[in-house]
């Protein structure tokens, strides 16, 4: 199984990941990660208003802000499950940590990999993921 560095995407690389999403071999565990930073956590300042016969349900426009969060995510290909994680930043650290502990979570049948398909961010990258990833050869 090729673990590509950090570069381009060439046609061998798109294929792969493709035939990834496509046809996985059984038993294997497919996660698509991903980061969603700086997200705003908001809240209302007024309750909704309640439903009635003629009305749906209707918010206030004014919020107050209480943050941001940065949110981490693993989509579980074959099942379709959602792992996801806030954390105060967006570093390597945090990053490698939510990664450890989604791959805890999934069980691959015996002696089959977990693929984890990424983009080309640093955080991605740092040595101490690179690390982790020599020690974790079924990822």
Do not use: C
């Amino acid at each position: 199984m090729p673990q590509w560095t950090r570069g381009r995407v060439t046609a061998e690389k798109a294929a792969h990941i493709g035939g990834l999403y496509l046809g996985w071999p059984g038993g294997t565990v497919v996660l698509s990660v991903d980061e969603k930073t700086q997200v705003k956590a908001l809240d209302r300042t007024q309750p909704a208003l309640p439903v009635t016969f003629a009305a749906t349900e209707k918010r206030t426009h004014e919020h107050v802000r209480h943050g941001i969060t940065n949110l981490f995510a693993a989509l579980n290909i074959a099942t379709g499950e959602v792992l996801g994680e806030r954390r105060p930043s967006r570093n390597g650290a945090n990053f490698l940590a939510f990664l450890k502990k989604t791959v805890k979570t999934v069980k691959p049948h015996a002696g089959e990999a977990i693929h984890v398909v990424l983009d080309n961010i640093s955080m991605h990258t740092t040595p101490e993921f690179r690390a982790w990833l020599v020690k974790n050869p079924h990822v």
